[in-house]
């Protein structure tokens, strides 16, 4: 195990509930009611970076290799591992994820290694191109993920409809256990490639949403977005019955209204699995958006501390580049927000997000894009994009369940070529 590894503080386990936490220590109020102050020891991590400037001599692939070498990526995999890259293969009408050049350039530095690389990610509770594997499949082809560009096999984890899913303890706030995509079990290493971007529900989408929406089972997705069961819309319905035959709790009935029959949930009996949404042929089953911003980061959280507590050491990359506004679930990609910035690479989600924000912010703004306040040099973009969430929730309570440290050194390589 090398020094970064030992890092993650998967260890600590806050008290609950939290109320607000800063850098130094969080506040908790204990069961008599009476709020005490504790101090947070999470150990400083490390996030390596290069920029995205290239030279002659010098092309992007040259300093990925080198940032590879200097997180000690080629000690991380070992001969005859089965290696998972994660990543998302853009929502169909979307060009902003990650290219497939640079996935291409890591399937070899694995191979390279004498290990077995594959390309995953989960299906999608929502409808769209990617919720089932065969879509997503194709989805993922379109946007260049075949083996014949990238040197790797797809293989879409969590079942052909994303219900096959394993529980992991973790005893938090939200979830005693949660959901995860069977697979995993049998992953020997787990790379998350994340393309960071601005998030509707979130504020950002990074390193921490990649893994613990990313890796959640249909039953999870839905747990994370809502209390509530599906909605049938009556209008819609055609009482067809396709829903009620997929449905795993035999919890859709059919029952006669003015227009004929339609279906309708039996609350008591849902196990809130979200077949019914992806296999309506009407849409007309709809998830209930009610959970709020904050609830949804945290339980984003306690998903990603259920991978990384199976996992850990999972080795993370992050694309800083090509900044939308919105995430690459969205059927479109907007002009970035802020130039470039480059690629991150840590053994810590919590401090890989932290360096991201702080990079993001740091920039100045793009006018003529989304973004229009806030394009000054450290000011918050993702808050003028999305005033209303708190996008510091994920990473405090990240931080505070023990799924990483805000504190990191941001060590720069092969800047040498800076402009
Ligand atoms: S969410 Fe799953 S269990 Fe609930 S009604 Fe739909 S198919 Fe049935
Ligand atoms: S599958 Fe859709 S249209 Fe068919 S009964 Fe169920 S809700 Fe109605």
Redesign the pocket.
């Given at each position: 195990m090398t020094e970064h590894q030992k890092l993650l503080p998967l260890s600590f386990e806050a008290p609950k509930p939290i109320i607000p936490l800063d850098t130094k220590g969080i506040c908790i109020k204990n069961q008599t009611g009476l709020k005490f102050s504790l101090e947070v020891r999470v150990a400083k991590s490390t996030v390596y970076f290069i920029g995205p400037w290239t030279d002659m001599g010098r092309d992007i692939f040259a300093k990925l290799g080198k940032l590879l070498q200097r997180a000690e990526f080629p000690d991380f995999i070992q001969q005859n591992d089965l290696v998972a890259l994660k990543l998302h293969f853009g929502e169909q009408g979307t060009t902003a994820y990650i290219h497939p050049s640079y996935v291409g350039f890591l399937v070899s530095q694995i191979k390279g290694r004498k290990a077995l690389p594959f390309l995953t990610d989960t299906n999608v509770l929502y409808r769209g191109a990617r919720g089932n594997s065969v879509d997503h499949l194709h989805t993922a082809f379109a946007h260049g993920f075949s083996p014949l560009v990238t040197g790797a096999p797809v293989i879409i984890s969590g079942g052909l409809r994303g219900q096959t899913s394993i529980e992991v303890e973790i005893g938090k706030k939200h979830f005693q256990r949660v959901k995860l995509a069977s697979e995993i079990e049998d992953f020997d290493k787990l790379i998350c490639l994340t393309h960071f971007t601005g998030h509707l529900g979130t504020g950002f989408g990074g390193a921490i949403k990649n893994l613990g929406m990313g890796l959640a089972a249909k039953s999870g997705k839905?747990a994370m977005h809502s209390t509530l069961?599906?909605l049938i819309e009556q209008e819609k319905c055609t009482g067809c019955g396709t829903?009620g035959k997929?449905?795993?709790?035999d919890?859709?009935k059919l029952q006669e209204g003015r227009r004929g029959e339609f279906a309708v949930?039996d609350p008591a009996a849902?196990?809130?699995?979200?077949?019914?949404i992806a296999t309506c042929p009407s849409e007309a089953v709809d998830i209930q958006w009610n959970e709020s911003a904050q609830n949804v980061q945290e339980k984003i959280c306690e998903h990603a501390y259920g991978v990384v507590k199976r996992k850990q050491p999972v080795f993370f990359l992050t694309f800083l580049m090509n900044i939308t506004p919105g995430c690459d679930c969205v059927g479109f990609s907007d002009t970035a927000i802020v130039p470039d910035i480059g690629i991150l690479a840590s053994y810590d989600p919590v401090a890989i997000d932290q360096a991201s924000v702080d990079l993001v912010n740091q920039q100045q703004g793009m006018s003529g894009s989304k973004l229009k306040a806030n394009l000054g040099h450290g000011e918050d973009k993702l808050r003028s994009l999305y005033p209303n969430i708190d996008w510091t929730v994920q990473l405090r309570y990240g931080e505070a369940i023990g799924l990483g440290s805000r504190d990191y050194e941001l060590v720069c390589v092969d800047e040498s070529n800076r402009r």
């Open positions: 839905l069961v599906p829903c997929h449905c795993p709790a919890a859709i949930i849902c196990i809130g699995c979200g077949e019914c």
